[in-house]
């Protein structure tokens, strides 16, 4: 599968952009929209959220945060993380803001890694950590949609590919973001504004930090 993937999508594909990537890893480039009104929000957030003031919203990647959509396929993720702006269902994190949320990748079910925004660019995926917390989400509900081993090998060669790139000091479950709170990785400016998560679950995490071992990650906090 992996030998097809790579032939369908060379480097010179002309159906998909991919980034120059160790063998290993087939990243698709499948970007959000991030206009002005996206890049307008997301510096109100960092503001707003974390009292930085910058001009363009980038981040300093040191973690890795890794989530599951719910969501059953990627086709709808995409579409629910493509309008810059929340939509009004989301009204129980409307106290944060209006950027709505995102990911910088998802991995579908197959293993297959898309791309939807640049690593050092912010997205709204986890409170309190978003300024420098790259996500990963993935296709699966923990229920019906259990994690697979296929997304166990893509999450960890893409953290793998993460960690070479950028200096990732932990690699944690969106489920286990709670345990940054009494340090000063949380930068969250609104002590009540938290929603308690359970993705994923943590028997996926440990799985997935046996097998990131060779990285020099610190213990969670
Ligand atoms: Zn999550």
């Avoid at 998802?106 to 997205?123: N, S, W």
């Amino acid at each position: 599968m992996k030998k097809l993937l790579l032939c369908l999508l060379g480097l010179s594909s002309p159906l998909y952009a991919t980034e120059p990537t160790p063998d290993d890893v087939v990243i698709i480039q499948k970007p959000i929209i991030f206009d002005e009104t996206r890049k307008a929000l997301t510096l109100q957030y960092m503001q707003q959220r974390y009292g930085m003031l910058q001009d363009e919203p980038t981040i300093e990647p040191r973690m890795v945060v890794v989530h599951w959509t719910v969501i059953p396929t990627f086709a709808q993720t995409f579409a629910a993380f493509n309008p810059p702006q929340l939509p009004a269902a989301r009204a129980g994190i409307r106290a944060g803001g209006d950027l709505n949320v995102s990911s910088q990748f998802v991995i579908d079910r197959d293993g297959t890694i898309y791309q939807l925004m640049p690593e050092t660019t912010m997205a709204r995926h986890t409170i309190g950590l978003n300024y420098t917390a790259i996500g990963i989400e993935n296709i699966a509900d923990g229920d019906t949609l259990p994690m697979t081993e296929a997304q166990l090998d893509a999450n960890t060669r893409l953290i793998t590919y993460l960690a070479k790139k950028y200096p990732i000091e932990y690699v944690l479950g969106h489920s286990e973001c709670h345990r940054f709170r009494d340090t000063s990785w949380w930068r969250e400016t609104d002590a009540n504004y938290f929603t308690e998560k359970n993705d994923p679950d943590i028997a996926f995490m440990n799985q997935l930090r046996n097998k990131l071992s060779k990285l020099s990650l610190k213990p969670l906090p």
